[in-house]
């Protein structure tokens, strides 16, 4: 069956970094264009960033814009997600799914930043 598990989450202070992975199993993860998610409390669920099956095309919301970096390694079925300079309004659940949201959510990992 689909899974996908996040991990990586924690909390930081303002202007730290995290590494959120996302491994996906069940289906053929390198025919999949990706997406980072995150849910803050209160609000919907919203796009973080995007990446392409070959990881050639990337796209970021323009909160998280020259902060976060998409990447993929379709040889470990791995989506990352790598965080800089964080700041309390990216404290939000992460999670990842297809580009169109194919799959059931996973539980997602906890970010909090917060001095």
């Known amino acids: 069956q689909v899974q996908l598990v996040e991990s990586g989450g924690g909390s930081v202070q303002p202007g730290g970094s995290l590494r959120l992975s996302c491994v996906a199993s069940?289906?053929?993860?390198?025919?999949?264009?990706m997406s980072w998610y995150r849910q803050a409390p209160g609000k919907e669920r919203e796009l973080v960033a995007y990446?392409?099956?070959?990881?050639?095309?990337?796209n970021y919301a323009d909160s998280v814009k020259g902060r976060v970096t998409i990447s993929r390694d379709n040889a470990k079925n791995t989506m990352y997600l790598q965080m800089n300079n964080l700041k309390p309004e990216d404290t939000a659940v992460y999670y990842c799914?297809?580009?169109?949201?194919?799959?059931?959510w996973g539980q997602g990992t906890q970010v909090t930043v917060s001095s």
């Open positions: 799914n297809t580009a169109r949201r194919a799959f059931s």
């Open positions: 069940g289906f053929l993860f390198s025919t999949y264009s």
């Open positions: 990446i392409n099956t070959v990881g050639s095309i990337y």
